[in-house]
């Protein structure tokens, strides 16, 4: 059974920072990558961010680049996404989600981030 559980979302204000994270477990480990998308409202599920769980590269959606970043721990199973100089349209529900680079085969349940200007 997967189980991807998410935290850190939040309230934060026009260039602070926030820090979310994922606890993989099951099947969640036969993943290549683990990805973070994101979905505001009234709009499509986008990516963000990826890492690949045997050399940690990642790779970055454009406006999120310098801004964000996709770290792992593989002891303990857990991929992070430290957002800083956070933008009003970074708000958006935020989706850890397991597969190959790009694209998930399992999603979290998803964590709140709201910017306010």
């Known amino acids: 059974q997967v189980q991807l559980v998410e935290s850190g979302g939040g309230l934060v204000q026009a260039g602070g920072s926030l820090r979310l994270s994922c606890a993989a477990s099951?099947?969640?480990?036969?993943?290549?990558?683990m990805n973070w998308f994101r979905q505001a409202p009234g709009k499509e599920r986008e990516f963000v961010a990826a890492?690949?769980?045997?050399?940690?590269?990642?790779y970055y959606k454009n406006a999120v680049k310098g801004r964000f970043t996709i770290s792992r721990d593989n002891a303990n199973n857990t991929v992070y996404l430290q957002m800083n100089s956070m933008k009003p349209e970074d708000t958006a529900v935020y989706y850890c989600?397991?597969?190959?680079?790009?694209?998930?085969?399992?999603w979290g349940q998803g964590t709140q981030v709201t910017v306010s200007s």
């Open positions: 989600a397991g597969g190959v680079v790009g694209r998930a085969d399992y």
């Open positions: 099951g099947r969640a480990f036969s993943s290549t990558a």
């Open positions: 890492i690949r769980w045997s050399d940690g590269r990642t």
